[in-house]
T-cell receptor, first 117, second 114 residues
Framework: GAVVSQHPSWVICKSGTSVKIECRSL??????MFWYRQFPKQSLMLMAT?????????EQGVEKDKFLINHASLTLSTLTVTSAHPEDSSFYIC?????????????FGPGTRLTVL | QQQVKQSPQSLIVQKGGISIINCAYE??????FPWYQQFPGKGPALLIA?????SEKKEGRFTISFNKSAKQFSLHIMDSQPGDSATYFC?????????????FGRGTQLTVWP
């Protein structure tokens, strides 16, 4: 149980275009999802907290107009990178929060590799 | 300020050896301590987690040891295997208004030589 999927797993786009990444909790409902960015050999950098039915909360330094987050249902959150540039190239990972027997646990998706040419 | 401090940054262990990764925290309100395992190009996967009401939790070859007074917890991998080669992250919950938010350590890259 507690499976999170992401789509696409990788994407290559031209500079200036927008890219949408989907994050789905497959077997549970998640009122809260998180979006991370990860650079090679570095830790997870939290970009924003996505709450179903309300506006996302962005971390300091993250441009909310560039990284649009929508959490339209209890199983789906989307991250849209608008007007992407090469510096946006990175590994984007989502997670979904589930309060289960283990504790307040985040279950991660497999990640999306974005390359902007 | 880093909420969770993890060491070492990298670790090389021979097959069959014991791998030990340490984490320290400051916020005594933290009440849940998960460890994640991440392979290259993949998302992190929950490996094992502990609550502070116990001092140790074991699942197969993986053990978390927790020292509440020292505000430290560690991951021990017994009989380390090449397949354990990955990056390991410790984490602790926000403890604030953002339910489910975790603070992550910087990660430990483990390499197990055959």
């Amino acid at each position: 149980g507690a499976v999170v999927s992401q789509h696409p797993s990788w994407v290559i786009c031209k500079s200036g275009t927008s890219v949408k990444i989907e994050c789905r909790s497959l077997d549970f409902q998640a009122t809260t999802m998180f979006w991370y960015r990860q650079f090679p050999k570095q830790s997870l950098m939290l970009m924003a907290t996505s709450n179903e039915g309300s506006k996302a909360t962005y971390e300091q330094g993250v441009e909310k107009d560039k990284f649009l987050i929508n959490h339209a249902s209890l199983t789906l959150s989307t991250l849209t990178v608008t007007s992407a540039h090469p510096e946006d190239s990175s590994f984007y990972i989502c997670s979904a929060f589930l309060a289960d027997s283990l504790g307040d646990t985040q279950y991660f998706g497999p990640g999306t590799r974005l390359t902007v040419l | 300020q880093q909420q969770v401090k993890q060491s070492p940054q990298s670790l090389i262990v021979q097959k069959g050896g014991i791998s030990i990764i340490n984490c320290a925290y400051e916020n005594t309100a933290f009440d849940y301590f998960p460890w994640y395992q991440q392979f290259p190009g993949k998302g992190p996967a929950l490996l094992i987690a502990i609550r502070p009401d116990v001092s140790e939790k074991k699942e197969g070859r993986f053990t978390i040891s927790f020292n509440k007074s020292a505000k430290q917890f560690s991951l021990h991998i017994m009989d380390s295997q090449p397949g354990d080669s990955a990056t390991y992250f410790c984490a602790a919950p926000d403890g604030g208004s953002t339910l489910g938010r975790l603070y992550f350590g910087r990660g430990t890259q483990l390499t197990v030589w055959p």
